[in-house]
């Protein structure tokens, strides 16, 4: 019973995921549905790379929180526009809370759409919101174990960024073992290291996020 | 719709765990369901504390995990009982699964049995197992603002396990706010910093948890 009703919660889903992903490729918009644990650094990310991607494209912020707007005020504060979504405690963002959010936006002005997810490594990555690219942050502080314990959201993403690896030196964390479970889960995922605190990997995952809008 | 049937589930559920609380009361054996994000040191913790509690009472630990039994390989090299449950993929453990996993440990001759929840700062604080008390892990590196951006989890522990606190002075982490948060969000929550790393905390847990289990 309970399985049924979820694959029929899936399926409406996934049929306004469709509309979605349609919609923004008529209006030329990439859309990364950016997910990760709480606390892996998906926010701060966002602050940094914000205002590098502002000076090449127009970007807007879809924000995903329990209850807060906490999330949607930094991005604020960065001058781009932000859509709050507040899930009333549900654990995932889905196509037709996207649907809602995205509609509130001037989609004819955008380039890129990121919607920052719930924190959270488990519902999201069930969820397909319309994106082109799911992307996981998987902070050095979770421990090299997360990718094997979590499979399906590296399964599903097609960029892994490794953050906070400035405290690589402060943990056990294994990184030649992390990026191989990775590359096992998923044989064609990109990896960044990134640091919101000495900025490695920003520029390089600016980069790539410019290439992807652009092609 | 979606609304009636998570009530029907989470009704069922409230059923089953008042039975499993009745059952382990009849057993005097005292329950802790331990939740957190992934990477907040869960398991790590549980390698810490186990063979000291070990010394004075009889504990076994039950391990929920999506897929795999990393977790309770880890906990079974310390000697102490371990039932591993495989969610398949689900976000939470549920007072079903925690009876069925406790169904195969000898329940007369325990003390104490810790629940370690899927990793996960939302779900799980909304299924009740039939636990004597809730404790929530949240690591340091997380950030500050996690307690008020995650309440319901908060509010349904007795205490919360500040762990990490060995890298405090690399994050900008708050702990004075913190501490404001989770007190305004659950007044007689019991705030305990903890390190596996450098052993801080560990002992006065340790005695909180034998002073639980013997009163």
Chains 1, 2 share one sequence.
């Not at 488990?122 to 979590?150: Q, R």
């Not at 399906?152 to 943990?171: G, Q, R, V, W």
Request: hydrophobic share 40%.
């Amino acid at each position: 019973m309970e399985v049924k009703v979820m694959k029929n919660i899936l399926g409406e889903n996934d049929k306004i995921a469709d509309e979605n992903r349609k919609l923004f490729a008529e209006k030329n918009i990439t859309v990364i549905n950016l997910m990760g644990s709480p606390g892996s650094g998906k926010t701060s990310l966002l602050e940094k790379i914000l205002s590098k991607l502002a000076e090449k494209i127009k970007v807007a912020v879809i924000e995903g929180d329990l209850f807060t707007a906490k999330d949607a005020e930094r991005i604020e504060r960065q001058n781009i526009s932000v859509v709050q979504i507040n899930t009333a405690g549900g654990c995932h963002l889905d196509a037709a809370m996207v649907r809602r959010a995205a509609e509130s936006l001037n989609l004819d002005e955008l380039n890129l759409i990121i919607v920052e997810n719930v924190g959270n490594l488990v519902c999201p990555a069930e969820f397909d919101v319309g994106e082109n690219f799911k992307a996981v942050v998987l902070s050095i502080t979770e421990g090299d174990d997360k990718p094997l314990k979590y499979p399906l959201i590296f399964k599903e993403s097609a960029i892994t960024l490794l953050n906070k690896i400035d405290l690589l030196p402060y943990t056990n964390f294994n990184l030649q073992n992390a990026r191989a479970d990775l590359t096992t889960i998923h044989p064609n995922i990109k990896i960044f290291e990134t640091s919101c605190t000495n900025g490695a990997g920003l520029d390089d995952f600016c980069d790539w996020i410019l290439k992807e809008v652009t092609k």
